[in-house]
């Protein structure tokens, strides 16, 4: 079975630090991984997918096959990167797998 | 370009009532359809999805169903609402095989009381 696994329900940062935000999963294959982000009143939207490698608003994740990861990471938060953050996984039936999530406030 | 439409809003509902939410996709043919159930704490929990008219399959056993009764309309349904179906529903669509990035819906808040 397919699982993801968003360790911190809540992570709080002050505008300026660094911010990683843990993903893990479980699956036998060969994952596809997204982060999908939730800002306050708007849509649940897709943030980056791994397949992209691609930086999106100064975000980043690489997939680790060997610990099974997935982090976002970015170098400097901004407060209106404050959202919720959902760790997502393809797997068995083309289906999408969500984490827990994770709330992300950035303080100034 | 695709949108996806979800109603009611907000809805609350006594114990045992029953529930229909309706979502419509616009823009696109043959979407698959999918229903989440988003609790707090709880993340993104999967309940139908859907690859055509009157395909239906249930991730989770419970009170709710679900039908497709036209390509780009999915409804969210009970018989019997309990106080454990409070939370926010979200609809989603995405493209065919392989396209796996979905688009969400505004969401329904649901509060049974």
């Known amino acids: 079975a397919q699982r993801v696994t968003q360790p911190e329900k809540l992570l709080s940062v002050f505008k300026g630090a660094p911010v990683e935000l843990k993903c893990n999963y479980s699956?036998?294959?060969?994952?596809?991984l997204f982060w999908y982000v939730q800002y306050s009143r708007q849509r649940l939207q897709l943030l980056l997918r791994?397949?992209s490698r691609e930086s999106i608003k100064g975000f980043t994740a690489d997939l680790n096959k060997g610990e099974t990861s997935f982090h976002l990471k970015k170098p400097f938060a901004q407060e209106e990167d404050s959202a919720m953050y959902y760790c997502a996984l393809v797997g068995a039936g083309n289906m999408l797998t969500f984490g827990g999530g994770t709330r992300l406030m950035v303080k100034p | 370009s695709q949108t996806i439409h979800q109603w009611p809003a907000t809805l609350v509902q006594p114990v045992g009532s029953p529930l229909s939410l309706e979502c419509t996709v616009e823009?696109?043919?043959?979407?698959?359809l999918y229903w989440y159930r988003q609790a707090a704490g709880r993340g993104l929990q999967l309940l139908f999805y859907s690859v055509g008219i009157g395909q239906i399959s249930s991730e989770v056993p419970q009170n709710l169903s679900a039908s497709r009764p036209q390509d780009r309309q999915f409804i969210l349904s009970s018989k019997k609402l309990l106080l454990s179906d409070s939370g926010f529903y979200l609809c989603a669509w995405s493209g065919g095989t392989g396209a796996y990035e979905q688009y969400f819906g505004p969401g329904t808040r649901l509060t049974v009381t």
């Open positions: 823009g696109t043919s043959n979407p698959n």
């Open positions: 791994h397949i």
């Open positions: 699956y036998s294959g060969s994952p596809e």
